[in-house]
């Protein structure tokens, strides 16, 4: 049986498919709760988990009695939005374990191939098992230097 975050990521994701020519979807918090049987918080944990900017949405929402929830579709009109969007996502910064989750999240959209992935993240790690470490610096420099390293990779990879 599936999970409850799980369900409720299909049933968004499947009004996406039905509006095809919509790139967002307008719903109420409140009606999705009870449509699931849940507490509008997990409706709040599927949006913050499945919809993120990593994952090429974004949400506005309003709260209150005339409350809404819009997600937005992320699409790129050429090569260069796509890249840009990427280096917003990485930023100034980034840990291993972020990066890792950037790469996952890019390959499950069909952005990057699995090989693509293993290469950049083999790249990115710290290799601090054998007493060597890949960016001998303290890890807020390793983060930075990992983040420039990550956002001429995608942006490459995004240029191809």
Request: hydrophobic residues 40%; contains cysteine; proline residues 3%.
């Amino acid at each position: 049986m599936s999970s409850l975050t799980k369900v409720i990521g299909d049933y968004i994701v499947t009004l996406f498919s039905e509006n095809s020519s919509q790139s967002e979807v307008v719903l109420r918090r409140k009606d999705l709760a009870e449509k699931f049987g849940c507490v509008p918080s997990q409706i709040n944990y599927v949006l913050r988990s499945r919809f993120s900017p990593e994952q090429g949405f974004l949400i506005q929402s309003q709260r209150g009695g005339h409350g809404f929830i819009r997600i937005m579709q992320l699409r790129f009109g050429d090569c260069g939005e796509y890249a840009e969007h990427l280096e917003d996502l990485v930023g100034d910064a980034i840990s291993e374990q972020d990066s890792r989750r950037l790469m996952v999240s890019l390959q499950e959209r069909g952005a990057i191939s699995p090989r693509e992935r293993l290469l950049v993240e083999v790249a990115l790690r710290n290799q601090e098992e054998q007493g060597r470490v890949l960016f001998d610096l303290p890890p807020y420099k390793r983060d930075t230097m990992r983040a420039e390293l990550l956002k001429k990779i995608l942006v490459s990879l995004a240029m191809s």
